[in-house]
């Protein structure tokens, strides 16, 4: 056998490792998947100091460019630096204009790509500290929420990239009119594709753009989840001045039919 074939041999039985962040421990009970913290563990323990094959490890959901960092430094010090073949690459994420999140921890959207006339896909990329995250996450799927944010963020990050760029003087309001998302398989902390079907996108009247989209979320060949929507973007003057009125209005009804509350001056016997 030639070495280029012992090479291939060798490389055919090794194993690929999945690297999640720390928050998805719970998948982490699956063979060949490990959280930062448990590689980094086994490295400095010996479990990849036995022999001289490449330690060869994909990163899944909640890996940012830190831990890739950290996990590379760590193989470094422990002489494994030169056999580990760690795949990790930063999403592209849509801005925080698109997305419309201020920390960038919370953007679900990446790599955001026209495929069609109406159609658009991007990467879920879910960060390890995401807001739906630190509150509730158990289990070894993540929570069903994020589908729904990430749909949200989709049909936001679609029409303010490829939509209201057409009136560059104009900054809009989303406001949703209908939202309905089916859940159809378990969503896990790995690669996933969110799906924009444009089912209609009026656009000739720069005060209002009205939109019907569908919105799938696609994970090792199955949908994970599907969402419709419709939403209007106003122009922001337009939408403000109503918002405005409509909270006077919320303020006044509550003020005027807000109950008085009297304390008696001496306790009252409780109902037995």
């Known amino acids: 056998m030639s070495a280029e ?3 291939m041999s060798a490389t055919a039985t090794l194993r690929t ?3 999640v962040g720390d928050r998805f421990a719970g998948f982490a009970a699956q063979q060949d998947v490990l ?3 448990q590689f980094i563990e086994e490295m400095r323990l010996g479990v990849y100091s036995w022999d001289n094959r490449p330690v060869r490890v994909r990163a899944g959901q909640g890996i940012t460019a830190e831990d890739a960092d950290i ?3 760590a193989a470094l010090l422990l002489g494994l630096g030169d056999r580990l073949d760690l795949d990790f690459r930063a999403p592209a994420l849509a801005g925080r204009g698109e997305a419309h999140k201020h920390r960038s921890c919370n953007t679900l959207i990446a790599d955001l790509r026209r495929d069609g006339a109406d159609l658009f896909s991007a990467t879920l990329r879910v960060h390890n500290d995401n807001e739906l995250l630190i509150d509730h996450q158990t289990g070894e799927h993540v929570q069903g929420m994020v589908a729904v944010e990430a749909a949200r963020q989709m049909f936001l990050a679609v029409s303010e990239r490829y939509h209201a760029c057409r009136y560059l003087d104009r900054s809009y309001y989303y406001v949703i009119e209908s939202m309905n998302t089916d859940f159809e398989n378990f969503l ?3 690669d996933a594709t969110i799906v924009y079907h444009s089912l209609r996108a ?3 009247d720069p005060d209002r753009l ?3 989209a569908e919105i799938s979320l ?3 060949g199955r949908r994970a989840s599907i969402t419709t929507v419709t939403y209007t973007a106003f122009d922001a003057p337009v939408i403000e001045a109503k918002e405005h009125r409509r909270a006077q209005f919320a303020v006044e009804h509550t003020v005027r039919n807000a109950r008085v509350t009297i304390t008696p001056a001496e306790p009252v016997p409780a109902a037995v």
Do not use: G, N
């Open 5 to 7: 074939e012992k090479r």
């Open 17 to 19: 490792l999945l690297l």
């Open 35 to 37: 959280t930062v913290s």
């Open 71 to 73: 996990v590379r430094d």
């Open 188 to 190: 896990f902390p790995v």
């Open 202 to 204: 009026e656009l000739d």
């Open 210 to 212: 009205s939109f019907a």
């Open 218 to 220: 696609h994970q090792a």
